[in-house]
């Protein structure tokens, strides 16, 4: 399953939730309801949601899993026979 870019799935959600309170703030604003529902149905699409509350969740879970991996490398270096300089965590063989 091809997964979408993590940034932009960030960047999204910064967006769904900016249009979130702008809505909230001015219901009467059609312009934001609509920007807000777009973006909503951008999320599902993305993460393969049917509705945009269970999109936002799944983007959410995606985006902190992303954040948890990267600190976890970063408190503890990459995994045991890494190939210097690549990040793909890929062991190194000897040469026979």
């Known amino acids: 399953m091809l997964l979408p870019a993590k940034d932009e799935v960030a960047r999204l959600l910064e967006r769904y ?8 703030a001015a219901p009467a ?10 973006t909503g149905y951008t999320l599902c699409v993305l ?4 509705c945009a509350r269970e999109a936002v969740q799944a983007a959410e879970r995606y985006v902190s899993a992303t954040s948890a991996r990267r600190r976890e490398r970063a408190r503890y270096g990459p995994p045991i026979g890494a190939i210097p300089g ?11």
């Open 86 to 96: 690549h990040s793909d965590g890929l062991a190194v063989s000897p040469a026979t």
């Open 17 to 24: 939730r900016a249009w979130e309170r702008m809505m909230l």
């Open 47 to 50: 993460m393969g949601k049917r």
């Open 29 to 38: 604003d059609h312009g934001a309801r609509g920007n807000f529902e777009d």
